[in-house]
Antibody, heavy 120, light 110 residues
Framework: QVQLVESGGGLVKPGGSLRLSCAAS????????MSWIRQAPGKGLEWVSY????????YYADSVKGRFTISRDNAKNSLYLQMNSLRAEDTAVYYC?????????????WGQGTLVTVSS | EIVLTQSPGTLSLSPGERATLSCRAS???????LAWYQQKPGQAPRLLIY???SRATGIPDRFSGSGSGTDFTLTISRLEPEDFAVYYC???????????FGQGTKVEIK
């Protein structure tokens, strides 16, 4: 069955960096578009970044542009999010989510999330 | 940027009752690009509806979606105990590509 498992979250000071990973299994990872979506404590969902199946097309939300970098390694069935210059408002659970080829407009599978806390 | 406004914020209903959730967009949204998700406490969101009215794999037929333009609706025909959760609508905008969520509607047990 489809499984997405995030890791790499934790406590980091403002201005610090963190790298999140998402390990995929149960489907042909290289065929799927992938995204990161976050949820601040007690709040709603916010899309963060998207990467195409080949990695050639990438988009970011304005709130993270220039600070976060999304990447993927299809040989390792893995998705990454490098987060630099972290701010308190980046505190959230970060989910990786997949979108089937031809259906980039919605997210069909989600991981369980990893918590990032930015605090001094 | 399209803003999605969900109403009501909280819906208090009893099992067996019908739930009607609204999602209103600030500009017209293609029906193909409107989805609904369910999220239970401590869990990841789960896709329920895509393309405004198509049920995702494994979703019971008591869940249905409808609407077009700026007004979309998620209906749960008869609430089961496991349906009490928060529901989010989401739209995809292509220029530039962005994915936007509504603020959510909580369906709670009355």
């Amino acid at each position: 069955q489809v499984q997405l498992v995030e890791s790499g979250g934790g406590l980091v000071k403002p201005g610090g960096s963190l790298r999140l990973s998402c390990a995929a299994s149960g489907f042909t990872f290289s065929d799927y578009y992938m995204s990161w979506i976050r949820q601040a404590p007690g709040k709603g969902l916010e899309w963060v970044s998207y990467i195409s199946s080949s990695g050639s097309t990438i988009y970011y939300a304005d709130s993270v542009k220039g600070r976060f970098t999304i990447s993927r390694d299809n040989a390792k069935n893995s998705l990454y999010l490098q987060m630099n210059s972290l701010r308190a408002e980046d505190t959230a659970v970060y989910y990786c989510a997949s979108s089937a080829a031809g259906s980039l407009n919605y997210f069909d599978y989600w991981g369980q999330g990893t918590l990032v806390t930015v605090s001094s | 940027e399209i803003v999605l406004t969900q109403s009501p914020g909280t819906l208090s209903l009893s099992p067996g009752e019908r739930a009607t959730l609204s999602c209103r967009a600030s500009q017209s949204v293609s029906s193909s690009y409107l989805a609904w998700y369910q999220q239970k406490p401590g869990q990841a969101p789960r896709l329920l509806i895509y393309g405004a009215s198509s049920r995702a794999t494994g979703i019971p037929d008591r869940f249905s979606g409808s609407g077009s333009g700026t007004d979309f609706t998620l209906t749960i025909s008869r609430l089961e105990p496991e349906d009490f959760a928060v529901y989010y609508c989401q739209q995809y905008g292509s220029s530039p590509p962005t994915w936007t969520f509504g603020q959510g509607t909580k369906v709670e047990i009355k």
